[in-house]
C-alpha cells in the first residue's frame, strides 16, 4: 500500500500550504517593520535637506549628518515651509512634502501624470534656502541628491548619493571635496538662461575659482557618472525655474 505523503495531490497541497504559511510571515514581519522603515526613510531625507543647507557635522574633510535624535528638531527649526510646485507655478504648502517619492513622481510624469515637485524652503543665518531633491542615473544604478539655492538659482549647498557606483570613482559623487565644489556655482548663464553646470574633465579651473562658468572639475576615471550627475542637475533642476522666475518678478 503506498504512502499517502508519497501522492502529487500531497506534494502539491503541502507546497501551497508552506507558500500560504510562509507569505503570512512575511506579510506579519513587513507589516511589523513598516513604522521603522518610514521612521527611517524621514530621518534620511531630512538629513539630506538639511545638509544641503549647511546644517550639519561636517569636520574639516568628511561630510557627517546631523544625529539621527536631534534631526527632528533641527528640521523644524530651520526648515521653515514646504512647498509642492505642479505645472510649474501651481504651487501648495504642505508640511509632509519631504514624503513625496521623487521616482515615482518621475514615473508619474513619463505616463502623462502631473509630476508634485517638493521644495523645502528654509532660514539659517538670515539668509533663505530653497531645497530640490533630485534623481537621475549614474554609471551602474540611481543617483540623486538635494541642492540648496537662492532666490537667483545660485548654489548654496548640496548633497549627492548613489545606490551603485564605483567604489574609489563615481562613489565619490558623496565626498565633501566634490559636493563643496557646488556652492556659490550658478545654474543659470549670464543672461539669466538656465544651463545647470557641467562636470567637466576640461575645466581648467582645479580651485573652482570661477563661479559662473557653469562648470565643477570632474571626478579622476568617473566620467559616466559625473555626466549622470550633471545631466540630473540640468533636467530636474529645470523644471523649478518658473517658480523661481515668479520670485524674482515681485
Do not use: C
Not at 13 to 38: N, T
Not at 125 to 140: E, H, M, N, S
Not at 161 to 188: C, Q, S, Y
Not at 222 to 237: H, N, P, Q, R, Y
Amino acid at each position: 500500500m503506498s504512502n499517502k505523503t508519497d501522492s502529487n495531490v500531497y506534494t502539491v497541497l503541502f507546497a501551497i500550504g508552506m507558500v500560504i504559511v510562509v507569505g503570512a510571515l512575511l506579510a506579519f514581519v513587513a507589516s511589523s517593520l513598516r513604522p521603522k522603515i518610514d521612521e527611517n526613510r524621514r530621518i534620511e531625507k531630512q538629513q539630506n535637506i538639511l545638509y544641503a543647507m549647511g546644517v550639519n557635522e561636517n569636520d574639516e574633510s568628511s561630510a557627517i549628518f546631523i544625529a539621527d535624535k536631534e534631526v527632528g528638531s533641527e528640521f523644524e527649526k530651520y526648515v521653515i515651509n514646504q512647498l509642492v510646485i505642479t505645472n510649474g507655478t501651481d504651487v501648495a504648502e504642505d508640511d509632509q512634502a519631504y514624503l513625496i517619492d521623487v521616482k515615482k513622481e518621475q514615473s508619474n510624469a513619463k505616463e502623462g501624470l502631473d509630476r508634485r515637485l517638493p521644495l523645502f524652503i528654509g532660514k539659517k543665518d538670515d539668509q533663505t534656502y530653497y531645497v530640490a531633491p533630485i534623481r537621475g542615473k549614474g554609471l551602474w544604478d540611481a543617483v540623486w541628491g538635494y541642492v540648496a539655492m537662492d532666490k537667483n538659482m545660485v548654489v548654496q549647498g548640496a548633497y549627492f548619493d548613489h545606490k551603485g557606483e564605483t567604489a574609489g570613482l563615481g562613489a565619490n559623487i558623496k565626498e565633501r571635496f566634490f559636493m563643496d565644489d557646488f556652492i556659490g556655482e550658478h545654474l543659470k548663464d549670464a543672461s539669466g538662461n538656465f544651463v545647470g553646470i557641467a562636470i567637466s574633465k576640461s575645466n581648467g579651473d582645479p580651485l573652482n575659482s570661477d563661479k559662473t562658468d557653469n562648470e565643477v572639475d570632474a571626478i579622476a576615471g568617473a566620467t559616466i557618472t559625473g555626466d549622470g550627475v550633471a545631466a540630473m542637475i540640468k533636467s530636474e533642476l529645470r523644471l523649478y525655474v518658473p517658480y523661481f522666475n515668479s520670485l524674482n518678478n515681485f
